[in-house]
T-cell receptor, first 113, second 112 residues
């Protein structure tokens, strides 16, 4: 059972464009939603994270939008750059019980110069 | 602070063999988690150790096992390797509450 569904699987955008990656979750106990960025040959690295008490969080060109009622959250990369080309994973975690996040299957982003 | 270190970076084994992977967490981190990453399945959680005890376990067969030492270093063992075990194995450490996990670069295992 896939508890976090991520789309699209792959994404190609032009430099300067907006990249949007969407995730949907099922478990209403999830209360922490991080996004990870992974470059080839490297492990995933935390990019930005949000809790459900806010609807949006922005860090530089990266923004998470969160819709609690729809159980969806998304990552927006503004002014996408070739250096943003990587695989992005969304994840969700519940504070109580297991400390292990559930990951989406990842989105391969390519930004053309 | 040094990051999470995984050794070796690459491994080639044949079916039926066993393999041991090593992970050194960030200094002071007590939680170590292991993941299997494949193109088709993404990041699949294997198990988590906290203070030398397995705290959580994913849905993998018993051929996959692990342990954690008193210095928080962790090892993962896969016995009787199968072709489908070919993957990138990632280790992640966290201080304990698991909110922020710091990943190593992984060990790329190829089973022939």
């Amino acid at each position: 059972q896939q508890q976090v569904k991520q789309s699209p699987q792959s994404l190609i955008v032009q430099k300067g464009g907006i990249s949007i990656i969407n995730c949907a979750y099922e478990n209403t106990a999830f209360d922490y939603f991080p996004w990870y960025q992974q470059f080839p040959g490297k492990g995933p690295a935390l990019l930005i994270a949000i809790r459900p008490d806010v609807s949006e969080k922005k860090e530089g060109r990266f923004t998470i939008s969160f819709n609690k009622s729809a159980k969806q959250f998304s990552l927006h990369i503004m002014d996408s750059q070739p250096g943003d080309s990587a695989t992005y994973f969304c994840a969700a975690k519940a504070s109580g019980g297991s400390y292990i996040p559930t990951f989406g299957r990842g989105t391969s982003l390519i930004v053309h110069p | 602070k040094a990051g999470v270190t995984q050794t070796p970076r690459y491994l080639i084994k044949t079916r039926g063999q066993q393999v041991t992977l090593s992970c050194s967490p960030i200094s002071g981190h007590r939680s170590v988690s292991w993941y299997q990453q494949t193109p088709g399945q993404g990041l699949q959680f294997l198990f988590e150790y906290f203070s030398e005890t397995q705290r959580n376990k994913g849905n993998f067969p018993g051929r996959f096992s692990g342990r954690q030492f008193s210095n928080s270093r962790s090892e993962m063992n896969v016995s009787t390797l199968e072709l489908g075990d070919s993957a990138l194995y990632l280790c992640a450490s966290s201080p304990g509450n698991g909110n922020i996990q710091y990943f190593g670069a992984g060990t790329r295992l190829s089973v022939l």
